[in-house]
Nanobody, 126 residues
Framework: QVQLVESGGGSVQAGGSLRLSCAAS????????MGWFRQGPGEERVGVAA???????DYTDSVKGRFTISRDNAKQSVYLQMNSLKSEDTAMYYC????????????????????WGQGTQVTVSS
């Protein structure tokens, strides 16, 4: 059975860092683009970063230079290093896997398509 399990969320002060992890099982992660999405209170879910099966990476503009996505196919895992966190980064963060390239996935993937985790909460206080 397909599972994506996120971890690493928590509460941090503005300017701090967190590293999110997502462990995949039940499918071959190396054959999929892996991405991170977030959904703030009262907001729609949006793409944050994605890394595809060819290693191409894309980010949403608001996190460029602050967040870094990486993957370890041997561990069926994807990571999101988040530095210089801001209060507006507060959201539930979701891991997702789908077929496609990084740019398309980060800007277009919607819930209901691909595989999704249950999310991990990130709260940044100012």
């Amino acid at each position: 059975q397909v599972q994506l399990v996120e971890s690493g969320g928590g509460s941090v002060q503005a300017g701090g860092s967190l590293r999110l992890s997502c462990a995949a099982s039940g499918f071959t992660a190396a054959r999929h683009c892996m991405g991170w999405f977030r959904q703030g209170p009262g907001e729609e879910r949006v793409g944050v970063a994605a890394i595809d099966q060819d290693g191409r990476i894309d980010y949403t503009d608001s996190v460029k230079g602050r967040f870094t996505i990486s993957r370890d196919n041997a561990k069926q895992s994807v990571y999101l290093q988040m530095n210089s966190l801001k209060s507006e980064d507060t959201a539930m963060y979701y891991c997702a896997a789908a077929r496609g390239d990084a740019s398309w996935i980060v800007h277009n993937l919607k819930a209901g398509f691909g595989y999704w985790g249950q999310g991990t909460q990130v709260t940044v206080s100012s």
